[in-house]
Each structure stands twice: as C-alpha cells, then as structure tokens.
T-cell receptor, first 112, second 115 residues
Framework: AQSVTQLGSHVSVSEGALVLLRCNYS??????LFWYVQYPNQGLQLLLK??????LVKGINGFEAEFKKSETSFHLTKPSAHMSDAAEYFC??????????FGQGTELSVKP | DAGVIQSPRHEVTEMGQEVTLRCKPI?????LFWYRQTMMRGLELLIY????????DSGMPEDRFSAKMPNASFSTLKIQPSEPRDSAVYFC?????????????FGSGTQLSVL
C-alpha cells in the first residue's frame, strides 16, 4: 500500500521568504510523486510531478521539488514567497496502477 | 476545452434522501476519479474508472454509495440514503491515460450538505 505524510498542517511565511513544504511517502514500488495546489472554492491544480529521470523537478509559479529516494521525501520549495501563493498544497503518490493517494494537505499563509 | 464539469455545484438535502452527483470528464480522457474532501479526513479516493470500468472501489464508505460510468463522457456518484456525515465536497477528476504518472484534471466540486 502507498501513503503520504505531510509534515505541518499549516505553514506561515513572510512575503519574499523561502517556502518549504514537507512530504514523505511510503511505497513498495517505484512511486510517481505529485504536488497539487488548491485555491479557495476550487478544484486542485497540478504544480509539478516526478515520474522518472531527473530528481529535481520544476513546476509552475516558481515551485520545485526534489525526489530523494533514500529519504523517501519529495519536499516542495520556492525561493521567494508571493502573496498569491497562499493556498492549500497537497502531496500525492501513485504507481503503475493509477491510484492517486493524497496527503492531508498543508495550508500556506503568506504575511505581508 | 471546458474542463471537467460537475453538477450540481451545491446540493442541500435532508437525511434519508437520495443524492446524485454528476460528472462529465474531459473528452478523450480514459480515467475518471471520485474524491471526497472533508476537514477531518482530507481528500479520500472513493473510486476510479479506467476506460469506463471500475478499477478500485475500496474507498467507497459503505453500500449507500454507488458509482457508475455508463459511457466515456458521463459518470454519477449516488448516495442512498444520505446521512449528515456524508456532508463534504465531492470532486471528480479525469486523466488522459490509465497509468499512474498522469496529471489529473479536477472539476470545481459539488458541495453537499445533508441536514
């Protein structure tokens, strides 16, 4: 079975500061890893994904994540937070079978 | 493309009533997913279909829940009878392929309130 753990249900940063959202996964097979973002009253949108190849993945809006197999992690980072980044972020894992499992989510607040 | 379309956007019903949620996936997509989102349990996968065939329904809470996909362009999630604990936002999502590395495209969700 696969699972995802997001450390911290709420993260608050100042505008311009580094954003770091943590995600650890559990999978008995090579995982596919994703980060999605959800703005209020909307569905989820894909930020980035890792399937194979380069372990540092760049996504939209300046976000990136690094797949570290030895640490079973896929943390999301952005060098400089913007007010518009305030949203809920979900890490997710799947495998060849297509079943996508989400973590509990981390709400990001950005202070002016 | 209009994206994944869910209806209704909001549903308020009384305990014991039947509720039907509808989803139209993106044309050409081969996989369809139903998720439920609550504050307590986060995003739960209820069921997913590949090429209109249910692949995994282990997330369906109980027999009161059923889902169908009669064709590639339409799916329903039915709750009968509904209970207050079913109150949640229900999302439908579709993806182009049937493998695990595909991007999911989400609808705007149905906010269900069972009184």
């Amino acid at each position: 079975a696969q699972s995802v753990t997001q450390l911290g249900s709420h993260v608050s940063v100042s505008e311009g500061a580094l954003v770091l959202l943590r995600c650890n996964y559990s999978s008995s097979v090579p995982p596919y890893l994703f980060w999605y973002v959800q703005y209020p009253n909307q569905g989820l949108q894909l930020l980035l994904k890792y399937t194979t190849g380069a372990t540092l993945v760049k996504g939209i809006n300046g976000f990136e994540a690094e797949f570290k197999k030895s640490e079973t992690s896929f943390h999301l980072t952005k060098p400089s937070a913007h007010m518009s980044d305030a949203a809920e972020y979900f890490c997710a894992v799947s495998s060849q079978g297509g079943k996508l499992i989400f973590g509990q989510g981390t709400e990001l607040s950005v202070k002016p | 493309d209009a994206g994944v379309i869910q209806s209704p956007r909001h549903e308020v019903t009384e305990m014991g009533q039947e509720v039907t949620l509808r989803c139209k996936p993106i044309s050409g997509h081969n996989s369809l997913f139903w998720y439920r989102q609550t504050m307590m349990r986060g995003l739960e996968l209820l069921i997913y279909f590949n090429n209109n065939v249910p692949i995994d329904d282990s997330g369906m809470p109980e027999d009161r829940f059923s889902a169908k996909m009669p064709n590639a362009s339409f799916s329903t999630l039915k709750i009968q009878p509904s209970e207050p604990r079913d109150s949640a936002v229900y999302f439908c999502a579709s993806s182009p392929g049937t493998g695990g590395g595909e991007k999911l495209f989400f609808g705007s969700g149905t906010q269900l309130s069972v009184l």
